[in-house]
């Protein structure tokens, strides 16, 4: 992250310093155009380039970041593990106190990961537009998937 941040400054201090040599230019050729005045234009105009591709980059550093805050949220949430800032209502557990605010059971990073699996495979296959042919399903009449063990108990 200090990578991005530093080449972000960079970039940006490199854009203002060309954007002051472009008004430097135009002031002492008085206004006139020069080839001093366009040599700092595409100066100023690489600088430019340079600086919105920093900012795209730091741009996507966030957003995957974002994600895999969502995602580690995704399965502390589906495993019970999460916390409130604020404290625990009544003095329960924080899985306790996600569990009753949720009023499902948590499950595990791992079961979380293959249901996941699943749904992308299942989304891949639809936008395929093949569908899922009959008899490839594996789930029961129960409401749970054989796949997984854990359904199994339930």
Request: hydrophobic content about 40%.
């Amino acid at each position: 992250m200090d990578n991005i941040v530093d080449s972000l400054n960079k970039a940006y201090e490199k854009f203002v310093l060309a954007s002051a040599g472009v008004l430097e230019s135009k002031e002492s050729a008085g206004g006139q155009k020069a080839s001093l005045t366009d040599a700092a234009l595409e100066n100023f105009k690489e600088k430019w380039e340079l600086f919105r591709v920093a900012c795209d980059q730091a741009e996507e550093f966030v957003e995957s970041v974002k994600q895999r805050i969502g995602s580690e949220c995704l399965v502390d949430e589906a495993t019970g593990l999460t916390t409130t800032a604020s404290g625990n209502s009544g003095g329960q557990a924080p899985a306790a106190a996600a569990g009753a605010a949720t009023s499902l059971p948590p499950i595990s990073a791992v079961r979380l990961e293959q249901m996941s699996r699943a749904v992308r495979w299942l989304v891949l296959e639809l936008q395929r537009g093949s569908g899922v042919a009959p008899g490839s399903v594996h789930s029961s009449s129960t409401g749970f998937d054989a796949r997984f063990s854990e359904d199994s108990t339930q």
